[in-house]
């Protein structure tokens, strides 16, 4: 028996870019019929006339994590339409854990009222799959994870047994389903290894079957070139594929540099490195407000910062430093969230605003807030040009990923002030970029957030529609889908997506969530 044929949608494949009404049949988890199915039984019918028909999108870098186990709706994400994310990034991932890195994600995760009782990958999908999520999850293991699973936070190169301890961690953690491993070199204590670690756990996760380095370089902005080299040599010494992470140009100066950047990306895939990239299609990013500190500040992880922050003679020092390195910036960057009450009426205000309600100094007032809540501050950067966003999203190579977490209008998850790109990548892609600008053609847009990234990170029967695929699909009206969250009001979802199926069921139907929860684990892609 059909479970649910759809109707007249005009499909795209997500493969060729030429698309032609027709109708599909899904049955159980996955697309059985592709034609005309007019005189076919089914369980129901679904019109889809005067609407695009693509597979479910694919997030490939998502940082919802723990956020799976804390509210498995993942609404945010499937009224977008993506229907697999893949968390793990930017040198951060929910397991394998041991020692401080374990006691950090108890914390992190009793946050949002999840208790980490997990130690392993394998424990962690085999929670979420009981407690139920409403899209596919997938996820790489972060080397800021091993490190500090078997160093802490030392500022240091690791001695051969450490390494060697991390390398089987590493191992471990492909074993149990990682789809690759990815490193966060801006952030502690990612931002401590060196080229011969990266190769040396490159190489660890190749020999145990997925050869995938994905990075957030060491530097998005002066240096941001030379931090392209770097990971593009990773992949080279190790054999893998690597894949640069929310790929830009931060600061004024910088802009246009991508451009370059491409061209060596470009470069090294005709040398044969698999090498690729993603974007998400905004002008501001979001990261940690303690990215402003200098080096030498941010030495020895979070205690040894702490520490400096609370010697008043430093934070003098500091903050003429500070003031130095940003003047004239402190308008761009606004509060996204704080970790606890005491300040939270900061957020969503900039920082120039809270200054002059501090009665401080910009820098001051920084430091104040990092001290106050112990650095965890979430922070969101207006540094980027759109001329820049266009230039990578126009690069073959370059996939769609939202760097954001699955969110909802409640629960655990609504805190602070986001990113827009939590509600609203997706849509915005089509909007600003395919109808807007003029970026990218439809079919196109759709490649680059199915097939696309299904490839590089090695999704199997998925991010296409074709006969014996799992049936994740997304129909939606490809003349009004756009993003309405913005960065004042970034609770706000999209308009245009009508229906979204994630293995064969619809969680979202008629602009509605179903709650229905048919996700599974990706374990190695499968």
């Not at 995760?109 to 009981?130: H, I, K, Q």
């Not at 934070?315 to 003047?327: I, K, P, S, W």
Request: with cysteine; glycine share 10%; hydrophobic share 45%.
């Amino acid at each position: 028996m059909i479970d649910e044929i759809i109707e007249g949608a005009t499909l795209y494949d997500g493969d060729s870019g030429r698309p032609f009404a027709t109708d599909l049949a899904i049955v159980g988890e996955r697309i059985a019929l592709i034609g005309d199915l007019r005189d076919r039984d089914a369980l129901r019918r679904t019109d889809g006339r005067g609407r695009t028909l693509a597979p479910g999108f694919i997030d490939v870098h998502s940082h919802s994590d723990e956020l799976w186990l804390a509210d498995g709706r993942c609404i945010g994400k499937i009224r977008q339409g993506v229907t697999t994310e893949i968390g793990g990034n930017c040198g951060t991932s929910v397991a394998p854990l041991r020692g401080l890195a374990r006691e950090r994600k108890i914390e992190e995760a009793r946050v949002v009222g999840v208790d980490a009782s997990w130690r392993d990958l394998d424990d962690f999908f085999t929670s979420v799959e009981r407690a139920g999520v409403a899209l596919n999850v997938a996820t790489l293991v972060g080397l800021g994870t091993t490190r500090r699973s078997v160093a802490g936070d030392v500022d240091a190169r690791l001695d051969d047994a450490a390494l060697a301890a991390e390398v089987a961690l590493v191992r471990e953690g492909i074993d149990h389903g990682a789809l690759g491993i990815s490193s966060g070199l801006v952030y502690a204590p990612s931002r401590y290894a060196d080229v011969d670690e990266l190769v040396a756990c490159a190489i660890a996760a190749r020999e145990a079957g997925m050869a995938r380095y994905v990075s957030h370089i060491r530097n998005e902005s002066d240096e941001m070139l030379a931090a392209v080299d770097e990971a593009l040599l990773v992949g080279e010494r190790a054999e893998t594929a690597v894949h640069v992470s929310h790929h830009k140009a931060s600061g004024k100066k910088n802009w246009g540099n991508v451009h370059r950047s491409l061209d060596a990306i470009a470069r090294a895939r005709k040398r044969g490195i698999a090498a690729s990239a993603d974007v998400y299609p905004y002008t501001a990013m979001w990261t940690g407000l303690d990215t402003l500190l200098p080096d030498d500040a941010l030495a020895g992880g979070r205690d040894a910062t702490l520490e400096r922050l609370a010697d008043p003679d430093t934070v003098v020092a500091l903050a003429l430093r500070l003031e130095l390195d940003h003047a004239g910036t402190w308008h761009d960057i606004a509060i996204s969230s704080v970790s606890s009450l005491r300040n939270e009426r900061y957020a969503g205000m900039r920082v120039d605003e809270i200054a002059a309600r501090m009665r401080l100094s910009p820098a001051r007032a920084v430091l104040r807030l990092l001290a106050e809540e112990r650095l965890g501050i979430e922070a969101i950067f207006f540094s980027m040009h759109e001329d820049d966003v266009a230039a990578v999203m126009s690069a073959e190579f370059v996939s769609i990923g939202s760097d954001a977490s699955a969110r909802a209008l409640d629960g655990p998850t609504a805190v602070g002030v986001p990113h827009p790109r939590t509600f609203g990548c997706f849509p915005r892609v089509f909007g600003r970029f395919v109808r807007g600008r003029k970026t990218l053609e439809l079919g196109e847009a759709i490649r680059r957030m199915t097939s696309l990234p299904a490839r590089q990170f090695g999704l199997v029967d998925r991010g296409t529609i074709a006969r014996g695929a799992f049936a994740d699909l997304v129909l939606f009206d490809a003349n009004t889908i756009v993003d309405t969250a913005t960065y004042d009001r970034p609770y706000s979802y999209p308009i245009g997506v009508d229906v979204v199926w994630v293995n064969g069921r619809a969680v979202v139907r008629d602009g509605e969530i179903t709650g229905t929860r048919p996700g599974r684990a990706l374990r190695g892609g499968r």
